[in-house]
């Protein structure tokens, strides 16, 4: 079992079409991380949430982390063909050696 | 130009043939780590290193090494590779404090046949 599980695995929607990404755990996190990775790529860095409750914006995309620091969500409003990717939450979890978790990722693709 | 660079990005090789990956990065980053990619499992950790000559296994270091002589170099070798270590890697680096942005190379797509 993964230590971060992220949901759903695929996501297939219309250009304009809202959509929430889930990224769940039963530890507890020091931060929260979102990247995005497009095929043939390494993943980037999107955003790193560190309070828990903390909300960022970027654009169209909030992120959230939850109050117990245990999960995150990645809300993207009015969604284009643009944000079609592959999207990863990753953490260090408490008590680790700085260890950078993944989770399993969500394929997003947004059809115009 | 900040950034880490991984080499080859594609290799095939036949099974027990020992190869070696090499990541560099530029960026003076005391931590760095190895991850391989399968579809649906996401980005799992092999090999990480805190700095020069401190390594430590990650979750799934079962048939490979990992040396850290320099700051900027963290190899990843294969003494015998095996199909089942068909899969694309990533080396990635960061400053070794927490919530610190990670980067990464453009991976290297690996076959075992």
């Known amino acids: 079992t993964q230590l971060l599980e992220q949901s759903p695995q695929f996501l297939s929607i219309q250009e304009g079409e809202n959509l929430t990404v889930y990224c769940n755990s039963s530890s507890v996190f020091s931060s929260l991380q979102w990247y995005r990775q497009e095929p043939g790529e390494g993943p980037v860095l999107l955003v790193t949430v560190v309070t828990g409750g903390e909300v960022k914006k970027l654009k169209r995309l909030t992120f959230q982390f939850g109050d117990a620091r245990k999960d995150s969500s990645l809300h993207i409003t009015a969604a284009q063909p643009g944000d079609t990717g592959l999207y990863l939450c990753a953490g260090v979890a408490s008590g680790s050696a700085r260890q950078l978790t993944f989770g399993s990722g969500t394929q997003l693709t947004v059809l115009p | 130009e900040a950034q880490v660079t991984q080499n080859p990005r594609y290799l095939i090789t036949v099974t027990g043939k020992k190869l070696t990956v090499t990541c560099s990065q530029n960026?003076?980053?005391?931590?760095m780590s190895w991850y391989r990619q399968d579809p649906g499992l996401g980005l799992r950790q092999i090999y990480y290193s805190m700095n020069v000559e401190v390594t430590d296994k990650g979750d799934v270091p079962e048939g490979y090494k990992v040396s850290r002589k320099e700051k900027r170099n963290f190899p990843l070798i294969l003494e015998s590779p095996s199909p089942n270590q068909t899969s694309l890697y990533f080396c990635?680096?960061?400053?070794?404090?927490?919530?610190?942005?990670?980067?990464f190379g453009q991976g290297t797509r690996l076959t075992v046949v």
């Open positions: 960026m003076n980053h005391e931590y």
């Open positions: 990635a680096s960061r400053l070794d404090r927490l919530n610190t942005e990670a980067f």
